[in-house]
């Protein structure tokens, strides 16, 4: 149980352009995700808290016009990259907060956008 | 404020023999604590948690860690390594009052046939 997909799994993009990424929690309600960035061989880092049905809130530093996020049911949260420049090349993770388990986040497996 | 330092950016080690990754903690309230793997290209898998239960945490693949609150410490260990446990550890701490999880800066292990 306590699986968290993402989508798509890589994604390459113009710059300018706009990327939607998704992520799932498939077997539970997931009452908050959320949104990490990693860059080559570095840690994680998170970017914004999303609670379904609320505003996210986004950490120090995070653009929060360009990273928008959207958590419209308990099962679906989205990052849009809005206007990608090759900077925002990273690898993207979701994670999901099931209830009962208040302190462990599922990982979904990640999504790497290359901006060219 | 929480924070977790690994104290090994990267540790090698030969086929057969233990592991130790080291990770100390600070933290004003009682944290959970976790330990997380990393292949290339994939997400996180989930090693093994403290949540204030038993010290001594045994998790998947042979790897356990030991809480110890007078040295701040979870150090992540394993008797003997395998070739398939070459990647990236992370160290991660979380306090309930929040649920945000702070990462350590990670440790690459490699393992030597």
């Known amino acids: 149980g306590a699986v968290v997909s993402q989508h798509p799994s890589w994604v390459i993009c113009k710059s300018g352009t706009s990327v939607k990424i998704e992520c799932r929690s498939l077997?539970?309600?997931?009452?908050?995700m959320f949104w990490y960035r990693q860059f080559p061989k570095q840690s994680l880092m998170l970017m914004a808290t999303s609670n379904e049905g609320s505003k996210a809130t986004y950490e120090q530093g995070v653009e929060k016009d360009k990273f928008l996020i959207n958590h419209a049911s308990l099962t679906l949260s989205t990052l849009t990259v809005t206007s990608a420049h090759p900077e925002d090349s990273s690898f993207y993770i979701c994670?999901?907060?099931?209830?009962?388990?208040?302190?462990?986040?599922?990982f979904g497996p990640g999504t790497r956008l290359t901006v060219l | 404020a929480q924070s977790v330092t690994q104290l090994d950016s990267h540790v090698s080690v030969s086929e057969g023999t233990p592991v130790l990754l080291r990770c100390n903690y600070s933290s004003s309230y009682s944290p959970s604590l976790f330990w997380y793997v990393q292949h290339p290209n994939k997400g996180l898998q989930l090693l093994l948690k403290?949540?204030?239960?038993?010290?001594l945490v045994k998790g998947i693949n042979g790897f356990e860690a030991e809480f110890k609150k007078s040295e701040t410490s979870f150090h992540l260990t394993k008797p003997s390594a395998h070739m398939s446990d070459a990647a990236e550890y992370f160290c991660v701490v979380s306090l309930q009052a929040d649920y945000k999880l702070s990462f350590g800066a990670g440790t690459t292990v490699t393992v030597r046939a």
């Open positions: 403290y949540t204030s239960a038993a010290t």
């Open positions: 077997d539970f309600q997931a009452t908050t």
């Open positions: 994670s999901a907060r099931d209830g009962p388990s208040y302190n462990e986040q599922f």
